[in-house]
């Protein structure tokens, strides 16, 4: 299937898929869990669109939310708000000269760092070299091989209790191949730390008296877990269980 609108050839194809933070049939759910799950401030995407042919949108994380910007491929230029980019060179360039965008709230959002399409795990299973910034002429030596933020999650979630099955709410993060729970956010040292790489499934749960739950199995023990809402329980089990697939990768 074509995503250009005129009759590019192959040349331009292949132009756009040298983009390395170019993520093709990403949705825009999809690139809304990456960007604030993995991303930071600034960080942006391009992909497809589904309003048709040659159309594209750019997914920036501003703080705690993503805004998304609509790019169309037109009469062989790039078509960005009032600009229009002859190729896709001066679309990076624009790009690596970190320009301003007024998002509808009237915010100015600046494009930091480009997420790239290719990510694994750091340091743990393989060395990883990853899009820090776009700039005209950059290689693949050029990039920086550290991405301390890739695969991190934390917020606030309600365990239940291993021998009086009571619920408690305990601040979790998700690190590497660690999931640590503290009695609260400010507590420096975990309660428990479980490793990722005993786990053998992660999945909602239904058995208890509560929403939004769901399980990490272990061998000795089964841990239950309450999110505040369906889609931050969603956003921690796609997150394990991700981890789980890259553990198995390693093995």
Same mark, same amino acid.
């Not at 309003?51 to 037109?74: I, N, Q, T, Y």
């Given at each position: 299937?074509?995503?250009?609108?005129?009759?590019?050839?192959?040349?331009?194809?292949?132009?756009? &898929? @040298?983009?390395?933070?170019?993520?093709?049939?990403?949705?825009?759910?999809?690139?809304?869990?990456?960007? $604030?799950?993995?991303?930071?401030?600034?960080?942006?995407?391009?992909?497809?669109?589904?309003?048709?042919?040659?159309?594209?949108?750019?997914?920036?994380?501003? /703080?705690?939310?993503?805004?998304?910007?609509?790019?169309?491929?037109?009469? #062989?230029?790039?078509?960005?708000?009032?600009?229009?980019?002859?190729?896709?060179?001066?679309?990076?360039?624009?790009?690596?000269?970190?320009? %301003?965008? #007024?998002?509808?709230?009237?915010?100015?959002?600046?494009?930091?760092?480009?997420?790239?399409?290719?990510?694994?795990?750091?340091?743990?299973?393989?060395?990883?070299?990853?899009?820090?910034?776009?700039?005209?002429?950059?290689?693949?030596?050029?990039?920086?091989?550290?991405?301390?933020? $890739?695969?991190? /999650?934390?917020?606030?979630?309600?365990?239940?209790?291993?021998?009086?099955?009571?619920?408690?709410?305990?601040?979790?993060?998700?690190?590497?191949?660690? $999931?640590?729970?503290?009695?609260?956010?400010?507590?420096?040292?975990?309660?428990?730390? %479980?490793?990722?790489?005993?786990?053998?499934?992660?999945?909602?749960?239904?058995?208890? &008296?509560?929403?939004?739950?769901?399980?990490?199995?272990?061998?000795?023990?089964?841990?239950?877990?309450?999110?505040? @809402?369906?889609?931050?329980?969603?956003?921690?089990?796609?997150? $394990?269980?991700?981890? %789980?697939?890259?553990? /198995?990768? #390693?093995?």
């Amino acid at each position: 299937m074509s995503f250009y609108s005129d009759a590019s050839t192959e040349d331009t194809r292949d132009e756009l &898929d @040298t983009l390395g933070w170019y993520h093709y049939d990403l949705s825009r759910h999809a690139a809304e869990a990456l960007l $604030l799950s993995n991303g930071s401030d600034g960080s942006y995407l391009l992909r497809n669109s589904n309003e048709g042919p040659g159309c594209f949108a750019l997914s920036v994380r501003a /703080k705690d939310s993503v805004k998304h910007f609509h790019v169309m491929r037109k009469d #062989g230029c790039y078509v960005f708000g009032f600009n229009e980019y002859a190729t896709l060179q001066d679309f990076v360039n624009h790009f690596a000269n970190q320009p %301003l965008l #007024g998002s509808d709230t009237g915010t100015l959002i600046v494009l930091k760092c480009p997420y790239p399409r290719h990510v694994e795990e750091p340091s743990i299973y393989e060395s990883v070299r990853v899009h820090t910034a776009i700039q005209t002429g950059r290689t693949e030596n050029d990039l920086v091989p550290n991405a301390p933020s $890739l695969g991190t /999650k934390e917020g606030y979630l309600v365990k239940q209790g291993a021998f009086v099955k009571n619920w408690k709410q305990r601040w979790f993060t998700l690190s590497r191949y660690e $999931l640590k729970y503290f009695k609260d956010k400010t507590c420096e040292e975990p309660i428990r730390i %479980l490793d990722l790489r005993a786990c053998s499934a992660v999945q909602f749960d239904y058995s208890q &008296d509560r929403v939004n739950c769901f399980c990490l199995v272990f061998p000795d023990r089964t841990f239950y877990l309450c999110a505040k @809402t369906g889609v931050e329980a969603d956003e921690w089990i796609k997150m $394990l269980r991700w981890k %789980l697939s890259q553990i /198995k990768k #390693g093995q």
